[in-house]
C-alpha cells in the first residue's frame, strides 16, 4: 500500500510561476547532523561615526568628494560602478556563438541613516519612510532614461557586505537583466491566460489558505513563497494593482514602513543576530515599448536570507543547486511556523556596548555587533 503523501515528510517538487523554475524540497534533510561549515563568531565594534568611513555624514570619499552633514537618507553616484551611462557598442559578432550587446546604465548608493550602529529594523517608521520615498523618487529619476531600475540591499558581511553603514544600491540599465525578464514573461503569459496579475491572485490565495502568510495589513501582505529556495525567504506584496514604487500613495508607504520593521525585526528575532539577507525591489520596467502599461506586473520585493539552522549556519549553493537546479530542506509551510512575535529583542541581546565607552543615556553609542550570534 502506497505511503500517504506528506509535504513535511517526503521530497517533492514545486513550482515557481513567477521565474518559470522548480524547486526540489527536501524536508527529511533536516533530521541530517550538521557537519558543515559554521560561521566564526566575530564581534566588531561600530562606532556611530567614523569620519574614515566613506558612507557617513561628512567623510571623503574614494573619488575624494566630501559627503555632505546629511541627517536623513543620501544618494550618490557609485565611485566604482559596475555600469557606466557612455560605455561604447561592441559592434556585430562574427559567430552567433559570440554574441555582445552594449550594456548602459548608471550605478548609485543610497544611504539609509546617518549613523552607522542602526540597521532598518532599529530605525523608526518615520525614517523608513522616508527611504520609501527615496526609493520611488530613484525610481522615477532614473527610470525616464533607462528601462530597468534594480534597487537592492545587502545586509551583513555573510552577504559580501563589507561596510556596516545602513544603505542599498540602485543600478539602472539599459536593458532588463535575466530575471526581470523571465518575470516580464511569466506576468504576462499569466495575465494573457486568466486576464489579471499573476501576483495579485496569488497574494488573494495566500491571504486565503494562511499557510504560507507571516504578517498583513491594510496595504501589504508579507508571506514565505510557496516555491521558496531559501530557507527563510519571503515575498512582500501590495493588496491592490500596484505596478511600481512611485505609484504608491502616502498610506501605503506609511503602511510598508510598518510592515517592513516589523518583519525585519521578525529576522532579528529568529535566530537573535541581526540578520543577513540580500533583498530588492522589481516593478514593471520603465516604458521599455512605446505604449506599454505593463498592467500585468505587480510590484514586490524579495528578501534573500543565507541563514539555515542557526545564526553561524548558513545554506550554501553548491552541487546540486549549480549544476540541477535548487533544493532546499525546510518547507516553506515550516518556516512560517517559526514566526516569533513581539517587538525588538532587547539590545543585549544582540549587541553589546563597548565597555570603554559607556554611555547610559545613548544605548546606541559604540556598539559592538556578534555577526553571527550562536543560539542555544
Known amino acids: 500500500m502506497a505511503a500517504t503523501f506528506r509535504a513535511s515528510e517526503h521530497q517533492h517538487i514545486r513550482y515557481n510561476p513567477l521565474q518559470d523554475e522548480w524547486v526540489l524540497v527536501s524536508a527529511h534533510r533536516m533530521k541530517r547532523p550538521w557537519q558543515g561549515q559554521v560561521e566564526p563568531q566575530l564581534l566588531k565594534t561600530v562606532p556611530r561615526h567614523d569620519p574614515l568611513n566613506p558612507l557617513c555624514p561628512g567623510a571623503t570619499r574614494a573619488n575624494g568628494e566630501v559627503n555632505p552633514h546629511y541627517d536623513g537618507t543620501f544618494l550618490f553616484d557609485n565611485d566604482f560602478p559596475a555600469l557606466q551611462p557612455d560605455a561604447p557598442d561592441p559592434g556585430p559578432s562574427d559567430h552567433p556563438l559570440f554574441r555582445a550587446e552594449a550594456a548602459r546604465g548608471v550605478c548609485k548608493v543610497m544611504c539609509f541613516h546617518p549613523w552607522s550602529d542602526v540597521t532598518l529594523p532599529l530605525m523608526s517608521v518615520p525614517e523608513i519612510r522616508a527611504v520609501i520615498d527615496a526609493w520611488a523618487s530613484v525610481t522615477e529619476d532614473l527610470g525616464a532614461q533607462y528601462p530597468w531600475v534594480q534597487i537592492f540591499e545587502n545586509k551583513g558581511a555573510m552577504m559580501g557586505c563589507s561596510n556596516p553603514h545602513p544603505h542599498c544600491q540602485v543600478w539602472a540599465s539599459s536593458f532588463l537583466p535575466d530575471i526581470a525578464q523571465r518575470e ?169 556596548r563597548d565597555p570603554n565607552s559607556p554611555d547610559p543615556e545613548d544605548p546606541h553609542k559604540n556598539i559592538c555587533i556578534p555577526k553571527n550570534l550562536v543560539t542555544a
Open 184 to 352: 516580464e514573461r511569466s506576468q504576462q503569459s499569466y495575465h494573457s491566460q486568466h486576464g489579471e496579475p499573476l501576483l495579485l491572485e496569488y497574494g488573494r490565495q495566500e491571504l486565503l489558505k494562511k499557510e504560507r502568510l507571516v504578517l498583513s495589513s491594510e496595504h501589504w501582505l508579507v508571506l514565505v513563497p510557496f516555491w521558496a529556495v531559501w530557507p527563510f525567504q519571503t515575498l512582500l506584496l501590495p493588496r491592490r494593482h500596484v505596478r511600481r514604487l512611485p505609484e504608491l500613495t502616502p498610506a501605503e508607504r506609511d503602511d510598508l514602513a510598518s510592515i517592513m520593521k516589523k518583519l525585519l525585526t521578525k529576522y532579528d528575532n529568529l535566530f537573535e543576530t541581526s540578520f543577513p539577507y540580500s533583498m530588492g525591489w522589481h516593478g514593471a520596467p520603465m516604458g521599455l515599448k512605446t505604449g506599454a502599461t505593463y498592467d500585468h506586473w505587480q510590484l514586490h520585493a524579495h528578501y534573500y536570507p543565507p541563514l539555515l539552522r542557526s545564526a553561524t549556519v548558513r545554506k550554501f549553493m553548491v552541487g546540486y543547486e549549480m549544476l540541477a537546479q535548487a533544493q532546499r530542506d525546510l518547507t516553506p509551510e515550516q518556516v512560517r511556523a517559526q514566526g516569533i512575535l513581539g517587538l525588538h529583542r532587547p539590545f543585549h541581546l544582540i549587541f553589546s
